[in-house]
């Protein structure tokens, strides 16, 4: 997990869970990784964003977080938390002790911290699993405990990388379900970056597809008006269309 620092380029606006980027683009020497990218997301909208390896979707995630600055262009945003690829618990930690970490750093007492850690871990499914040390959890169970903890960092903003991608399919398709069951529950403005436009159809409101390097937007796409607490079946007819008008999009922007 990683908290926004600020930066000059950052401009936060008075809806706390708004995103605005415009006209944004993103260099590391001569490679350019975003190029005049626009995209906004209202308050507690799910929007995930597919492309490419290599086309600057982390880095837009970064850009959102204030752990980077755009070298043309505006973000501007409310607090935002970073859940990167990588859950990066802490092996010296529990579980609920992991899930806690950003509540104990804003001060939070450590048995008023566990408690609120315990009360999302037992939500998750992981009731039992609180003193467990990460080597003892599975691969599924410590996203979970990730999840936990970037949502316990009280952001209205989450950029989620790649939460699932290194789980296989059935853990894969378990987790989003339970995700789609906490933002029903607890609405929050999420970027979710994912190679997978499946998942993107099956969890977001809509899906922004970017080009392969310089990333920029190709498609921006309305998956439906209703997202279901537990995320949409793959069969569902919605998203069967998104993924094939996402799909289309992508190798339009390869040819």
Known sequence: ???????????????????????????????VALRDVSLRAAPREVVAVVGASGSGKS???????GLQAPDEGRVRAGRAV????????????????NAALPLRIAGVRRDAAREQAHALLTELGLDGFEAARTWELSGGMRQRVAVARTLLSGAPILCLDEPFGALDAITRAEAQAWLAGILHRAPRTVLLVTHDVEEAAVLADRVVVLSPRPGRVVADL????????????PTDPAVVAIRARALDALREAMA
């Open 222 to 233: 309305q998956v439906g008006l209703h997202r279901p607490a537990g995320g949409r079946a």
């Open 82 to 97: 970073l859940m990167p690829q990588r859950d990066l618990l802490l092996p010296w930690l529990d579980a609920r002790d």
């Open 1 to 31: 997990m990683a908290t926004r620092l600020e930066a000059p380029e950052m401009e936060p606006r008075d809806v706390e869970g708004e995103v605005q980027l415009e006209g944004v683009t993103r260099r590391f020497g001569e490679v």
């Open 59 to 65: 880095t837009l995630l970064e850009l959102v977080c």
